[in-house]
């Protein structure tokens, strides 16, 4: 069974650049989690979906981020214009219900140049 | 919000040393989970408590949350250099938002 799969691995763009980034779940899981890691800083819940919803978006930026989890394909955290602060490791997990431990996947390093 | 302050920020321990890390709560924890993150990599689950008191081991590494739940430790005894990397505590706060600790970098030296 594998994991959460997230790609690409490393993402560089230029500012003003679109950031699509990928994130496959673990088979059986439904949820799905976006997390960011600024450099030096903790990692921060962005926005957790469902297949075809978004449940709760309350960490996300509220410009230029959008995320989507479709009936079928991967949850994209799309990044329009990126910006230098964006450079981050972005961290996709899953779960098959709430309130249970979730799967980490190995992250996307976004750069901004 | 839930606020997770881990300590030591940083150690750096010589090989079969024994060790510890904090994680410490501002709120009552209902379930604290402790994940590892090796360099340049993803999460690692490692344990999770949830009951006061509770204690878990696997392999050479223990977890604790005292029993008014606000505090948790790690425990590695034997420290070996594939225990280096970042240590995160992390609990689920009201609603879905998942909190994460302000990370214990751990490095052994051989």
């Known amino acids: 069974n594998a994991g959460v799969m997230q790609n690409p691995r490393h993402l560089v763009r230029r500012r003003g650049q679109e950031a699509r980034l990928r994130c496959s779940p673990m088979?059986?899981?439904?949820?799905v989690y976006w997390y960011r890691q600024l450099p030096e800083e903790g990692l921060k819940f962005m926005v957790y979906?469902?297949?075809?919803?978004?449940?709760?978006e309350s960490g996300m930026p509220k410009e230029r981020f959008s995320a989507e989890f479709p009936k079928e394909g991967p949850s994209i955290l799309r990044i329009q214009q990126v910006v230098r602060g964006d450079s981050a490791a972005y961290f996709c997990?899953?779960?098959?219900?709430?309130?249970?431990?979730?799967?980490f996947g190995p992250g996307t390093r976004l750069t901004v140049l | 919000s839930q606020e997770l302050e881990q300590s030591p920020q940083s150690l750096i321990v010589q090989e079969g040393k024994n060790l510890t890390i904090n994680c410490t709560s501002s709120?009552?924890?209902?379930?604290l989970y402790w994940y590892k993150q090796k360099y340049g990599e993803g999460l690692i689950f490692l344990m999770m408590?949830?009951?006061?008191?509770e204690e878990k081991s696997h392999e050479k590494i223990t977890a604790k949350l005292d029993e008014k739940k606000q505090q948790s430790s790690l425990h590695i005894t034997a420290s070996q250099p594939s225990h280096a990397g970042i240590y995160l505590c992390?609990?689920?706060?009201?609603?879905?938002?998942?909190?994460f600790g302000t990370g214990t970098s751990l490095t052994v030296i051989p």
């Open positions: 997990a899953s779960s098959p219900t709430t309130g249970t431990s979730e799967d």
């Open positions: 088979k059986g899981h439904s949820h």
């Open positions: 979906l469902q297949k075809e919803n978004i449940i709760d």
């Open positions: 709120k009552t924890l209902y379930g």
């Open positions: 408590l949830q009951k006061g008191g």
């Open positions: 992390g609990t689920r706060g009201t609603g879905n938002q998942f909190y």
